[in-house]
T-cell receptor, first 117, second 116 residues
């Protein structure tokens, strides 16, 4: 069965600290997509990254970086030098369909990140 | 930059009433979705829609729910007889359909439904 687990419910850091949000997934498929979305206090869901199961290269975008490890079924998200504007709920999500019609997203429970000045 | 829009932003209704939530997906996208998020919980898939028919639906999407693309731009979710437990944020999303590959879903700002 497909499942996404974000074990950290809440994380609180002080500005400029680095923080890593964990995501572990379960799937029987060999081809799948993984995503991270950000939900700021205003409530919308903002797409951050998409990674397919064939590409295990780590990715960096500014202060954000992602570490994908198939061996441990993990797709962790690190924010370097956190800022108050990073405060939000972050969701990891899995989509099992690949060479097929648009697959549903299976979301984790989310991690609420609070960055204090 | 094109974005998904949803109306209304907040809908309050009485239990047993019908509601229609509206979405305008990104114009060149072909796949449309509805998700819901009960307050403080995770986002849950309701239904996907492609080529004027339901592609997949979850257990939540029972006979009280229906979706429609009434014209070339709108995508609607109807709840026939609302229950208290339907109170949630409802998100619409859309994605392109590029050579059969699942692509990123872009979400609208959501409609908060409150059932009294």
């Amino acid at each position: 069965a497909q499942k996404v687990t974000q074990a950290q419910t809440e994380i609180s850091v002080v500005e400029k600290e680095d923080v890593t949000l964990d995501c572990v997934y379960e799937t029987r498929d060999t081809t799948y997509y993984l995503f991270w979305y950000k939900q700021p206090p205003s409530g919308e869901l903002v797409f951050l990254i998409r990674r397919n199961s064939f590409d295990e290269q780590n990715e960096i975008s500014g202060r954000y970086s992602w570490n994908f490890q198939k061996s441990t079924s993990s797709f962790n998200f690190t924010i370097t030098a956190s800022q108050v504007v990073d405060s939000a709920v972050y969701f990891c999500a899995l989509s099992e369909t690949f060479y097929n019609q648009g697959g549903k997203l299976i979301f984790g429970q989310g991690t609420e990140l609070s960055v204090k000045p | 930059e094109p974005e998904v829009t949803q109306t209304p932003s907040h809908q309050v209704t009485q239990m047993g009433q019908e509601v229609i939530l509206r979405c305008v997906p990104i114009s060149n996208h072909l796949y449309f979705y509805w998700y819901r998020q009960i307050l403080g919980q995770k986002v849950e898939f309701l239904v996907s829609f492609y080529n004027n028919e339901i592609s997949e639906k979850s257990e939540i999407f029972d006979d009280q729910f229906s979706v429609e693309r009434p014209d070339g731009s709108n995508f609607t979710l109807k709840i026939r007889s609302t229950k208290l437990e339907d109170s949630a944020m409802y998100f619409c999303a859309s994605s392109p359909f590029l050579a059969g590959i699942t692509d990123t879903q872009y979400f609208g700002p959501g409609t908060r439904l409150t059932v009294l």
